[in-house]
């Protein structure tokens, strides 16, 4: 009787999880079962320190993220791709021990340009950030510059990036991106403010590929060969010029080539009108990180004042024979690193560092990096074997290390460099936050059509929200960001201004 008793109850509870709004006021549990602690914050070492990879939170999101689509890419799904080479320009070798920089170094590349959040033949006219990632074919191995067309990001913690696509993404009930759901979580996201503000002016609807720029949004670490590392942002320079689309020009665009990115990318390199860009870098010591009233590590943040230097340039010179087995095989992951070019501590990064090599092993299999578009120009040696499609030509019968029969023997200046750490393990959001200042700074830098253009944009989004606390807070946000910007916005979507106004008060940066 006992015994039943509790069986029944047992299955009541397990069934419970299979009603559809069972769990609607739920505690929050990993897939086990288990509570979750902390859903906002990735545990690191210390407050400064880099993303431990025990947070199983960040790792289980991560992992079951990556697998929610078979075969196309959960993001980045409509892509362009086109070969071309890298020249280095100027002399960094006190900053970095890496080749691909060495003046005068030609490197072959594959650019991958893209849409983020729509599917594979969703229209390119679309608001989106736009992925510029870069594959360098270098003598040490490939390295992977993947980055965006602007220069922050959304968030500043991996933990949360499942969390915000699924915001953007279509609604799972009616298959509709709907604004409700976008504003409803970035309500909680103030750090985004900054990002919100640049992809809803008309930099989130490019005319071409060819006309805007790319940045890494977030900060590596450059390592000579003394082991001396210094912190390092990457920005290209369009030689074509930024020309972006109004919204009246995208309806009209869209109206006849909703592939229109594509195209002028195609057609210009058929006719030979090749493409360039500019690489800049902005450098930081690492003492002078505590120098900034912000975390000059946050993706949410740009560095403004730091002085660039062009270390090179990129000419797109060919377009792919075969668009699947080149832009959609090819597989950009920000762990392709190389001798001279580490992460930062940046938790965003170091998630992204996991996550983007693990969703190609997902989509393209344990051997994608043996496909022609992937494959390293140098050799590649190593243990790892078998899984499906596997065309390598192993002849040894020694698959492990160390050994005296078949040595494969490491490379002492290829280590890591040591990062000093203190303080105890955690999961707190960081401490320099700043998170509306740049947003009104660039508002700021804006002419009187651009920014009358970003007010009417993001109006027409958030003027679909119903929910007045979530319109009342994001609100707050552009408010405190800059007075003028907030309250022109306010007046777009017919709300209270003085409400408005006394919400920002109370905000901290």
């Not at 736009?130 to 360098?136: E, H, L, N, S, V």
């Not at 279509?170 to 640049?198: C, G, W, Y």
């Not at 040696?381 to 160390?402: E, F, I, K, M």
């Not at 944009?457 to 003028?484: E, R």
């Amino acid at each position: 009787m006992y015994s039943t008793k509790f069986a029944r109850v047992g299955l009541a509870v397990a069934l419970a999880a299979f009603v559809p709004g069972a769990h609607a006021q739920g505690r929050l549990t990993r897939d086990n079962g288990a509570p979750v602690g902390d859903n906002q914050n990735s545990q690191t070492a210390g407050p400064n320190g880099p993303t431990l990879l025990q947070d199983v939170q960040l790792i289980q999101k991560l992992q079951r993220f990556d697998r929610e689509r078979i075969p196309e890419r959960v993001v980045h799904a409509r892509g362009t791709g086109a070969h071309g080479e890298f020249v280095a320009t100027a002399d960094i070798t006190n900053l970095t021990r890496a080749r691909v920089f060495v003046n005068g170094t030609k490197t072959p590349v594959f650019v991958r340009f893209s849409t983020v959040i729509h599917g594979q033949h969703s229209p390119e006219t679309l608001r989106d950030p736009r992925g510029f990632a870069t594959k360098f074919y270098t003598s040490e191995g490939n390295w992977d510059l993947v980055g965006n067309n602007l220069p922050v990001f959304f968030i500043r913690d991996a933990i949360k990036f499942p969390d915000m696509v699924h915001s953007l993404k279509p609604s799972p009930a009616t298959n509709i991106q709907d604004p409700k759901r976008v504003f409803d979580f970035f309500s909680h996201v103030p750090e985004a403010t900054h990002m919100l503000t640049r992809v809803y002016s008309d930099l989130g609807t490019p005319a071409g590929y060819r006309f805007m720029d790319g940045s890494s949004v977030h900060a590596y670490k450059f390592v000579n060969t003394a082991g001396d590392y210094r912190y390092v942002k990457f920005r290209w320079a369009t030689k074509q010029g930024v020309k972006t689309l109004d919204a009246k020009q995208v309806a009209e665009v869209q109206s006849r080539d909703f592939n229109h990115l594509t195209r002028d990318l195609v057609d210009a390199i058929a006719r030979k009108d090749f493409p360039q860009w500019d690489l800049y870098i902005q450098v930081l010591e690492p003492k002078q990180l505590a120098g900034f009233d912000f975390d000059p590590l946050d993706p949410t943040k740009i560095w403004p004042g730091v002085p660039e230097t062009k270390i090179g340039t990129m000419t797109l010179n060919r377009n792919p024979a075969n668009v699947f087995q080149e832009t959609e095989q090819s597989a950009f992951a920000p762990a392709n690193l190389v001798p001279g070019i580490e992460p930062s501590e940046d938790r965003l990064l170091q998630g992204r560092v996991f996550s983007y090599a693990d969703t190609q092993l997902y989509r393209i299999g344990a051997n994608g990096l043996q496909l022609p578009v992937n494959r390293p120009a140098a050799a590649v040696l190593n243990g790892n074997q078998d899984g499906a499609a596997n065309s390598g030509a192993t002849t040894t019968d020694v698959n492990y290390q160390p050994s005296r029969r078949f040595p494969m023997k490491e490379t002492a200046d290829a280590k890591y460099s040591a990062l000093p750490l203190s303080g105890a393990t955690q999961q707190q959001r960081i401490p320099r936050t700043l998170n509306f200042r740049q947003a009104g700074e660039f508002y700021r830098t804006l002419d009187a059509t651009a920014k009358r253009n970003l007010v009417a944009n993001l109006a027409g989004d958030l003027g679909q929200v119903q929910d007045a606390q979530t319109t009342l807070i994001m609100l707050s946000h552009f408010y405190k960001a800059d007075a003028d910007y907030g309250t022109r916005l306010t007046q777009a979507v017919k709300g209270d201004v003085a409400q408005v106004r006394l919400a920002a008060e109370s905000l901290v940066e």
